[in-house]
């Protein structure tokens, strides 16, 4: 009895530690605190979001849905919305399953988690700011998402915001509670994955079989409140908060192991991050979640592979493509679990291009970034090569060259993500056969522009601390150069999307089909002119050096003459 | 000394580290009595850190068992008993020295500690610095910063991991006083290194190869640094 009450005693002892340690920390960050500064940033960040949430309500438009759509989107909706929160809740078991998600500070890891303060006492004010945060956000999420559907479907404005803010405020911090939980009992990689994959395929059941069973469909049908209410939406509420309780009932059983890994590596992530350097953030993000090159090839490059063009006997002529060669054994060595994330994008991609032919237009943007997240996990051979520069120095080709060589397997591969999304397509339409062929058309178009905008990506790298292009450019001109690194690559794959808004508009005489088809040149115009972008950036970048540096020394004032007065 | 119903302060069986195929540490079986000095010796890749980081709890085995003083590795317990200094320290970036100390002192239920804090701070150099941040300090000062909140705490366990890195020489004669001060007054000391010139201070050597065990024993039977390559 006195040894219990002795170690509550010592708890109550630590969480009074932990909070003062806490309030210094943050007594000394909010030393240099700058009152004005915090309010221009509040400014800034609310004109930002003002101006996206009216351009988003801009291209969803006004224009209501009739009555049989209306109510075909309250009897779909929570299905479709259930499908999409449980592919989240799979996400978050799937991190679970390799430590996530809390992430604690490596000085936390090393001074308070190796004390003898109980694990729960040291984790638990953490585990609950992570929670408080993915609702705010989660929250935030939902009250747009709310906002573009009001501007479509019937109800009060204020039910679909408070609906939107609740269903996000509840299945963000229910997919965190899930992944705590998972990695506060010890689940495993296996068995997280497993456990994600079983959620995804319940919702997934739902979805085809229109019914109501599964937890994420429960949250989605509190999202289609405003059209009908249905008491089983209360479920979806309950179940989350049992997940969240649970998942803070076992954040004590963490692995340390994995603890240190994470904050080591998040940390590193959010400083690439504030670098914009996007390669980085992509190679941590698969070390945190542990996606190594398999050991064992998929398959071995056959020497007619390499050798595609002419199948002679001399051996010798295999070592003719090195560069495409090259490309198909990092491809060959692709984890399993990314060729599946690239899957599931293209069909992503797929169901949004269906979504957008049918006048969901900002869904556009998703299917773009679908292809362009997929892009950047297909260009790896080429982004290998980007990330070791003393390996190009030893080449004899030109660097140009090389790059856009080693972009064919690429090529191929994002073909292939292409046709997963127009098999999607055909599957969500029913089998229409304007899907195939719209998908047809579409295909190669957004396998290229993916491909293009994850090349300019990796190829243009992270921006150097000094740039001497910058330092010759106006402040306003710089900014503006900065801006466009950040949009231009995903602008570029959400281009390859052109075709489907086009197709909603047949003119007379020509077909959805046709139109698609006539803005497929320009379309391919934009990536051929991404391909010689690569190919003479390097020799624009001298030419423009050794301009430059022309142009200063003629601006050099003539040496004097020696002894002169 | 253990006494036969006390336990050992570190006790190994079939400890063993693997990542996927990659053995990092062979099955370890290794027992070290109360109040011992230990060097554990070996080129980079031997296992040193791996086994330390598994004995502080930082690391879980793939197989077989690590104690401390009988309990688990990385229970409330053997926290309680040990303190480990990592080879690069790890410090907030927005804690004074002093407020390091004072939050490792209640961190671990320490009494009467501004004494002691007082010694170490001076025996270190660390005097004029105690208010500062130890993010604007150099590698060594952090070093030292490092060793004060591994000392600050009571521990009977001494987990050390290549202390010397960085330090200059009055502090590495110091630090290593300190460890001295340490084992006289009843604590075991384990210190991983490379430098040859500690090990003829301690009473028990391992030398491991590989993951691999290949000498345990007194440090001056053998010429260690051609056991362990």
Sequence with gaps: MAAIAEETSFDQASAITLADLRRARRRRRTEDFDVAEAVYRVYITAVVLGIAVWVLSGVVGDQRLGAATAAKAASRGPQVVGAVIGLGFAVGLRSGGRGGPLVIEAADVRHVLLSPVARAVALRRPALRQLRFGAAAGAGAGALAGLLAYRRLPGGFPAWLACGALVGGLAVPTGLGLAMMVSGRRVGRIGGAALGAAVAAWSAVDLAAHTTTSPATFLGDVALWPLKFRLVGLAGVAVGAVAMSAGLASVAGVSIEAAERRASLVGQIRFAATLRDLRTVVVLRRQLSQEQPRQTPWFRVPRSLAYPLQRGPAAGQARRFPVWRRGWHGIARFPGVRFLRMAVLGAVAGACSVAVYRGTTPLFLVAGGAMYVAGLDAIEPMAQEVDHPDRWESYTGERGILLLRQAGPSIVVMVAVAVVGVATAVAVTGGAALAWKIGLVVALPAALAGVGGATISVVQGAPAAFSSTDAMLPPEAAGARAIARIVVPPAVAVIGFVPVLVARHPSKGISSVGAAAGVVAPVLLVVALVGLWVRYRDAARAWFKAAMEEANTARKPPARPAGGH | ????????????????????????????????????????????????????????????????????????????????????????????????????????????????????????????????????????????????????????????????????????????????????????????????????????????????????????????DVDVLTLVG
Aim: include cysteine.
């Design chain 2, 1 to 220: 000394m253990a006494t036969p119903n006390q336990p050992h302060a570190l006790a190994t069986s079939g400890l063993t580290k693997a990542y996927g195929d990659l053995v990092a540490l062979e099955p370890v079986d290794l027992v070290v009595p109360d109040g011992q000095r230990l060097v554990l010796v070996g080129h980079n890749g031997s296992g040193k850190t791996t086994l330390l980081r598994m004995a502080a709890g930082l690391l879980e085995p793939s197989d077989g068992s690590v104690e401390i003083f009988g309990a688990p590795a990385g229970s409330d317990d053997a926290r309680a008993a040990l303190s480990y200094l990592p080879d690069s320290p790890v410090l907030y970036d927005d804690l004074s020295v002093l407020e390091h100390i004072e939050y490792t002192c209640r961190l671990h239920d320490a009494e009467d500690w501004e004494d002691r804090a007082v010694g170490l701070l001076t025996d270190l150099g660390l005097t004029e610095r105690a208010d500062d941040l130890p993010s604007r300090f150099s590698r060594g000062l952090r070093q030292k910063t490092a060793i004060v909140l591994a000392l600050i705490r009571p521990f009977g366990l001494l987990l050390v991991d290549e202390p010397f890195v960085g330090l200059d020489p009055p502090g590495r004669d110091a630090f290593i006083e300190l460890m001295d001060d340490a084992a006289a007054a009843g604590a075991t000391v384990v210190v991983a290194t490379h430098q040859m010139e500690y090990v003829a201070k301690v009473d028990r050597c391992v030398a491991l190869r590989d993951g691999a065990v290949v000498y345990d024993g007194p440090p001056g």
